[in-house]
């Protein structure tokens, strides 16, 4: 959703900036309206290139590669938990905590209380909080990106909200001049 926000911020932008072009224009044709010599400065000034919005037109936005990188590794992350989850996955008779609990490594296996049963419930309760671990480091890299993204596209809206108010300003001296005449 921030992602499509900032797409749509980035038209806008290019949107105000085109008003903007289009209000010079206007204010050129009004000088050369008003008076004689508004037209002849205006034939003879530099014309200003017309491709310039244009330009802005071919430039997409792109959500925060931060953002991006958070939830390419928060889809990974989920489907590898959905393939070990035992709700989310289909069950394998054969397969048991109990078989698992003599792949674990001597140096593990120490670190384990003698019996069995209490071993395997251990291993279960790390294992547990090892997915719980991973799924707060994917919050956490998630949370981080949309700051990202929302550090940005603040900074897209205070330049717009300039842009805008200049905009405002320019357009109520045109409307004044356009009564004038």
Do not use: C
Request: aromatic share 6%; charged share 35%.
């Amino acid at each position: 959703e921030l992602v499509r926000q900032g797409e749509v911020l980035k038209r806008t932008e290019q949107m105000v900036d085109k008003m903007d072009q289009d209000l010079k224009t206007s204010q050129k044709h009004i000088n050369s309206i008003k008076s004689v010599w508004g037209g002849l400065v205006n034939y003879f000034k530099a014309k200003p290139p017309e491709n310039k919005p244009e330009q802005n037109d071919t430039q997409e936005y792109y959500g925060s590669s931060r953002l991006k990188e958070a939830m390419m590794s928060s889809k990974e992350q989920e489907s590898k938990y959905q393939e070990s989850h035992p709700n989310l996955r289909k069950l394998d008779y054969a397969d048991n905590d109990f078989s698992k609990a003599d792949l674990v490594s001597s140096v593990q296996r120490d670190s384990y209380p003698k019996n069995q049963h209490l071993r395997a419930y251990h291993q279960k309760i790390d294992s547990n909080l090892d997915e719980m671990s991973s799924g707060l480091s994917r919050l956490k890299n998630l949370a981080l990106g949309l700051q990202t993204e929302i550090d940005e596209q603040d900074d897209m809206l205070d330049r717009l909200t300039k842009k805008v108010e200049t905009l405002d300003v320019n357009i109520k001296s045109t409307d004044k001049k356009i009564r004038q005449l």
